[in-house]
């Protein structure tokens, strides 16, 4: 069965220091999702693509994060530099987009940890 | 933006049912439905299109009511496999594919 992967798994950082999280989705999935999960709540939209294209970064912390999908296949997301309050589980997720809504699949996550 | 979820957590004995309620202030055109367990990924369970039937699968299933923008999710004989956190994810009818989860319900199933 087709699953979206992503590396690290974990991820230990000092702050101020720089940090790119990789995430390779479903095959044919043209929409592609990051979220960062704090413990104990819901996954927060960080920034949405589709195709190669951002169709939503409204809530990414744009001096410090950055995202991009250059061909359209696999993402990078990367933290530069990294704060005590960006620890945290970072999922990415695909889903098929075709005008319809579909289910998101998501990868294990990178667990981060700033200290 | 971000739905509520009711109840914050819930602990049931085997065979006992449970219902976890979503909703949201804007216009929905879909409900999505997930579970996590504790240090894994979000696992779909269903999506509830605007103008859909009642989904189901085994003894779990879901309702949404349009007019009042809520969904109910139906656990029933619950069973030990039950037990993560369960997340509503909305759709509003002015952004396609972008899901916004709520804060989760804990179900904690006991013997």
């Known amino acids: 069965e087709a699953e979206v992967a992503q590396s690290p798994r974990y991820k230990i950082t000092e702050k101020s220091q720089a940090v790119a999280f990789w995430c390779d989705p479903i095959s044919g999935h043209a929409t592609l999702y990051w979220y960062r999960q704090i413990l104990g709540q819901g996954p927060e939209l960080l920034v949405q693509f589709q195709d190669e294209s951002v169709v939503d970064d409204s809530q990414l912390p744009k001096d410090r994060f950055s995202a991009e999908r250059l061909k359209g296949v696999d993402s990078t997301l990367k933290i530069q530099p990294a704060e005590l309050g960006d620890s945290a589980m970072y999922l990415c997720a695909s889903s098929f987009s075709g005008g319809e809504s579909y289910e998101q699949y998501f990868g294990p996550g990178t667990r981060l940890t700033v200290t | 933006q971000q739905p509520v979820q009711s109840p914050q957590a819930v602990i049931l004995r085997e065979g006992e049912d449970a219902v976890i309620n979503c909703s949201s202030s804007k216009a929905l055109y879909s409900v999505h439905w997930y579970r996590q367990k504790h240090g894994e990924a979000p696992v779909f369970l269903m999506i509830?299109?605007?103008?859909?039937e009642q989904k189901g699968h085994d003894k779990i299933s879901a309702s949404f009511n349009e007019k009042k923008q809520q969904s109910s999710l139906y656990l029933t004989a619950s069973q030990l496999s039950y037990s993560g956190t369960y997340f509503c994810g909305t759709e509003m009818e002015t952004s396609y594919d972008k899901v916004i989860f709520g804060p989760g319900t804990s179900l904690s199933v006991i013997p």
């Open positions: 509830l299109l605007k103008g859909g």
